[in-house]
């Protein structure tokens, strides 16, 4: 089974930049698909950006098409998020999940690191 512990969340301002990473551990992580979610305040947890095992494959929610931009390094058992021109609506507790389907059934993430605050500030 493979654990993720989720970095690199905080406070930036709207505008700004952020890379979130997830480190992988207890199995290898070219074994899974990878996505990050997030849920804001109030509301439902909603998929981000997923990318396939070998990463030739990325999938992102409309809203952050264009700005967000998913990669893995699958030698270094780590997936990152990098963020750009941040949002207030942006802001949310974001979490890596792992998944032994294709990285485009959102529903089959069975594996989940405990989450990472980001804020954006207007």
């Known amino acids: 089974q493979v654990q993720l512990v989720e970095s690199g969340g905080g406070l930036v301002q709207a505008g700004g930049s952020r890379r979130l990473s997830c480190t992988a551990s207890g199995r290898t992580l070219n074994n899974y698909a990878m996505g990050w979610f997030r849920q804001a305040p109030g509301k439902e947890r909603e998929s981000v950006a997923t990318?396939?095992?070998?990463?030739?494959?990325?999938m992102y929610t409309d809203s952050v098409k264009g700005r967000f931009t998913i990669s893995r390094d699958n030698a270094k058992n780590t997936v990152y998020l990098q963020m750009n021109s941040l949002k207030p609506d942006d802001t949310a507790v974001y979490y890596c999940a792992a998944s032994t389907r294709s990285y485009d059934y959102l529903n089959a993430y069975d594996y989940w690191g405990q989450g990472t605050q980001v804020t954006v500030s207007s």
């Open positions: 990318i396939s095992r070998g990463g030739s494959s990325t």
